[in-house]
């Protein structure tokens, strides 16, 4: 069917019973009918923020660019994620373009998200906006080295200009996220870099340390790279474990 070719009332009737996520394709397979409503009808698009987002994560270009004079950039979701962050979590590095060429400037979740996601070349275009906070370059490196990324890893540490060994605000190193998720090839990796092996038993708030998670998780590929690189499975945590002590749950003695 030509909706075009529909009357008017008709056809805001048919798009309005639409869901989102299906007016979103409908929009991105007929740029004309996407046109025609936003010059006629800029309200039937407006009344539905998260076709950006639906749009973005699709990298629909040309969709995109219909709806942006109608839609903020900084409309949320449901997840309270900007179109930005969710067309970097998607990898979408077109979109990623588009919203950062209208002057996106909220650009540290999108840089987090494209990092937990393992999209490198997304990363790369997000590292070179607007400087960043080191405590948004750190929780990115983190959110790498959690999720496995290894390539994403070492471009955030070779552009972002930290070490391997800094903490983010829970106190807890890339090496303390890689162990307590079980990712031992970033394990190995940041093992090999000088700083992370200094700090190797560097405790989070909480007190635990790569080997604490690694322990905890029975994750032993991990507790043997550790253990080999010198960790100290003496290290006691704030409920008083040692590092090497959950296998047999050996707890510090402290005095009454």
């Not at 990623?96 to 990092?115: C, E, M, N, Q, R």
């Not at 391997?164 to 890339?174: L, S």
């Not at 990796?189 to 989070?204: E, K, N, P």
Request: glycine share 8%; proline share 4%.
């Amino acid at each position: 069917m030509q909706l075009l070719h529909l009357p008017l009332e008709l056809l805001l009737l048919i798009l309005e019973s639409l869901d989102v996520a299906t007016l979103t394709s409908l929009l991105a397979s007929s740029s004309a009918l996407a046109t025609t409503l936003a010059f006629s009808t800029p309200s039937l698009l407006t009344r539905s923020p998260t076709l950006l987002h639906h749009a973005a994560t699709h990298n629909h270009l040309t969709l995109l660019s219909t709806l942006l004079p109608h839609i903020p950039t900084t409309s949320k979701n449901h997840l309270n994620e900007t179109p930005l962050t969710t067309a970097a979590s998607a990898g979408a590095a077109g979109a990623v373009k588009l919203f950062l060429s209208h002057g996106h400037t909220d650009v540290a979740p999108a840089l987090i998200a494209a990092a937990a996601a393992g999209h490198t070349p997304v990363v790369a275009l997000l590292l070179m906006s607007p400087p960043h906070s080191r405590s948004t370059l750190v929780s990115a490196l983190c959110a790498a080295a959690g999720s496995g990324y290894i390539a994403t890893l070492n471009l955030l540490l070779l552009l972002g200009g930290v070490g391997a060994h800094e903490c983010d605000a829970y106190g807890a190193a890339p090496l303390l996220h890689a162990a307590r998720k079980g990712r031992v090839e970033v394990v190995r990796f940041l093992l090999g870099i000088q700083r992370v092996r200094r700090w190797i038993d560097a405790q989070d708030v909480h007190g635990w340390t790569a080997l604490h998670w690694a322990e905890f998780g029975g994750n032993e590929a991990i507790v043997e790279l550790l253990v080999r690189e010198g960790a100290d499975r003496g290290v006691a945590n704030d409920e008083v474990v040692c590092a090497g002590g959950w296998g047999g749950m050996v707890v510090v003695e402290v005095a009454a």
